[in-house]
């Protein structure tokens, strides 16, 4: 039987410096996923959908990044209100 282990508090200061640089990547990550999809809008535009689609997937990675990058925000303010 695994004896309970008492656990550090995470440090405020720490925790609201990491948030604020996650939702600044997060920022970053979007601002960047917005100018693909104006590129793939404009193509769509122009009657070109195939080229649109194919700019726009390359969206995926971006939005993907910004979720992670969101849930762990997310983690890490749950953690520091328990602290």
Avoid at 33 to 42: H, K, L, M, P
Avoid at 46 to 67: N, P, R
């Amino acid at each position: 039987m695994l004896a309970a282990k008492e656990l550090t508090p995470m440090d405020p200061q720490l925790a609201e410096t990491t948030i604020k640089t996650y939702l600044n990547e997060i920022r970053s990550r979007l601002d960047r996923a917005a100018g693909i999809s104006r590129a793939a809008d404009a193509c769509a535009s122009a009657g070109f959908h195939e080229k649109g689609l194919e700019v726009a997937l390359d969206m995926e990675q971006l939005l993907y990044e910004a979720t992670t990058l969101l849930n762990a925000a997310s983690l890490i303010n749950r953690i520091a209100r328990q602290s």
